[in-house]
Nanobody
């Protein structure tokens, strides 16, 4: 069992930055690939970024490529999402997710555990 708790969301102006964190419980964090997803009001949840357990592989949605960076610290059981050059269309609830023995995926059904989400609001 893995519990995930996101933090770091908030209100920011367009062009600004935020860093989201996702702290995981349990001693096997390094066995999980981690992903970030988001859901805007009235829209389906969508993939944002993922990172393999080894940190060797990272994946990004085209909409965030070059602006967002996913990273992880296995010693701290934490995954991060650094978000720069934020746009109003990045406004959403951001969720982290864990994929056991995975390499990171855009496909949300591959993920075994989900956090409760953190709100990110970007004003124009």
């Amino acid at each position: 069992q893995v519990q995930l708790v996101e933090s770091g969301g908030g209100l920011v102006q367009a062009g600004g930055s935020l860093r989201l964190s996702c702290a995981a419980s349990g001693r096997t964090f390094s066995s999980y690939a981690m992903g970030w997803f988001r859901q805007a009001p009235g829209k389906e949840r969508e993939f944002v970024a993922a990172i393999s357990w080894s940190t060797v592989n990272t994946y990004y949605a085209d909409s965030v490529k070059g602006r967002f960076t996913i990273s992880r610290d296995n010693a701290k059981n934490t995954v991060y999402l650094q978000m720069n050059s934020l746009k109003p269309e990045d406004t959403a609830v951001y969720y982290c997710a864990a994929e056991y023995h995975g390499e990171g995926s855009w496909y949300e059904m591959r993920y075994d555990y989900w956090g409760q989400g953190t709100q990110v609001t970007v004003s124009s």
